[in-house]
T-cell receptor, first 116, second 110 residues
């Protein structure tokens, strides 16, 4: 069965802390994505990656960085967390090639981050 | 203007009713279109793709109107289990990313 696993379901951090959100997929997908979801704003793309060590900025990359050292793992890093980064973070992966080839993004269960 | 726009709802409909959602997109170069379903506090999951000729999957029918730049989702004979948020998703060639609408909330009531 297809599986995208996010390391933490709930995190509480303080302003200025460094935060790591880990995502692992077991489907040998080349494409991986990080979104954040906020009420009224929907899902917004932060970063995506189409290959190991490759990354592309999404719509809202400011304040975030990513790492893709292995095909199955895509990490989101908040170098210095701020209260406006309190959100639900969703990792997703998709089949090789463009998402439009298959349409299906497989999501993890999400990580709800609260920054105090 | 948002790239993908949906009426947030909520749409409150009785069991057995037919309900339709629309979604408009701004980029005429958009190539691929999808509907995802998201249950409360859960991750989104693909419901169906939307093809130019329209497509049907059981009680669900999806349509694409390229001229007017909108897609639609029709749900017939609504069930309580259809209660969820329905996300419109658009992919635009060359940008290599998918854009989600903010979702339309459906509540089917007994």
């Amino acid at each position: 069965d297809v599986k995208v696993t996010q390391s933490s379901r709930y995190l509480v951090k303080r302003t200025g802390e460094k935060v790591f959100l880990e995502c692992v997929q077991d489907m040998d997908h080349e494409n991986m994505f990080w979104y954040r979801q906020d009420p009224g704003l929907g899902l917004r793309l932060i970063y995506f990656s189409y290959d190991v060590k490759m990354k592309e900025k999404g719509d809202i990359p400011e304040g975030y960085s990513v790492s893709r050292e292995k095909k199955e793992r895509f990490s989101l890093i908040l170098e210095s967390a701020s209260t406006n980064q309190t959100s639900m973070y969703l990792c997703a992966s998709s089949s090789p090639g463009l998402p439009s080839n298959t349409g299906e993004l497989f999501f993890g269960e999400g990580s709800r981050l609260t920054v105090l | 203007r948002k790239e993908v726009e949906q009426d947030p709802g909520p749409f409150n409909v009785p069991e057995g009713a037919t309900v339709a959602f629309n979604c408009t997109y701004s980029n005429s170069a958009s190539q691929s279109f999808f509907w995802y379903r998201q249950d409360c506090r859960k991750e989104p999951k693909l419901l169906m793709s939307v093809y130019s000729s329209g497509n049907e999957d059981g009680r669900f029918t999806a349509q694409l109107n390229r001229a007017s730049q909108y897609i639609s989702l029709l749900i017939r004979d609504s069930k309580l289990s259809d209660s969820a948020t329905y996300l419109c998703v658009v992919n635009t060639w060359g940008y290599q990313k998918v854009t989600f609408g903010t979702g339309t909330k459906l509540q089917v009531i007994p």
